[in-house]
């Protein structure tokens, strides 16, 4: 291989401002974790509500949330965040249309959570529903027959069980939420893909960037795995969590 590597390059000022490519790697680290992180906070929220929602014995409410579900599961991420990016601001009223696409601030990032949140918010709930109907449904009768309402059957007895059951698929999801954010540089966000494309068009040295953004990655997914294996062997019941 001819190839003449040069990893010293990182340190080295970028053309276009005063910063070196280090910041420039950091700074999209930052922005990657954020949206990722902010993305979960959105996604096990919605996803819970609607997975619970999905095995409730209301029907409307059933068909409610499974149509969340299939809606946001069957569109590609990246269409969705076009369509929040570039559709929804021209069908609110004027003024807010018009805040949104001059004055939000932050409005690439807020677009990419947003997007990714509900995303995986699908992908979240069918995971909680396939735990909720993996238990005994002696269970959920159990608490009905101690005096409990259907809230507090599920909030005491059902969720608890439900959530310990399914962090292995969870888990899944939670890198994923890092590694899907890399589709928020098509609207924009400065994130490791991003400064990245940024790096190889300024500086030339494509093999250096792209491996120091995949490594970067990597690093996410895999403490993220780490504190969800740590998560899972802290909240274990003997007979449905398998220690690893």
Request: glycine share 4%; proline share 4%.
């Amino acid at each position: 291989m001819n190839y003449q590597w040069n990893w010293t390059f990182f340190l080295d000022t970028a053309m276009s401002s005063d910063e070196t490519y280090l910041d420039w790697l950091i700074s999209g680290l930052g922005w990657t974790v954020a949206i990722a992180l902010s993305a979960w906070v959105i996604a096990l929220v919605l996803g819970s509500i609607v997975g619970t929602l999905r095995t409730a014995p209301n029907k409307l409410l059933a068909t409610l949330a499974n149509a969340w579900v299939e809606t946001f599961r069957n569109v590609p991420i990246l269409v969705q965040l076009f369509l929040w990016f570039f559709v929804f601001p021209e069908l609110l009223p004027r003024e807010l249309s018009l805040w949104v696409k001059q004055d939000m601030p932050a409005k690439e990032f807020f677009t990419a959570t947003i997007a990714l949140g509900l995303f995986t918010s699908a992908r979240v709930a069918e995971q909680v529903r396939a735990g909720i109907q993996s238990l005994p449904r002696g269970q959920r009768n159990a608490g009905l027959a101690l005096g409990f309402t259907q809230a507090q059957t599920y909030r005491f007895v059902v969720l608890p069980m439900a959530f310990r059951i399914i962090i292995p698929p969870l888990t899944s999801e939670f890198m994923n939420a890092f590694k899907n954010s890399a589709v928020a540089f098509a609207i924009g966000v400065m994130d490791l893909t991003f400064v990245s494309r940024q790096m190889v068009e300024e500086s030339g040295r494509v093999i250096e960037s792209l491996l120091a953004a995949t490594l970067l990655y990597f690093l996410c997914a895999f403490l993220a795995n780490r504190i969800m294996v740590f998560i899972e062997r802290r909240v274990r019941v003997p007979g449905f969590i398998i220690a690893k």
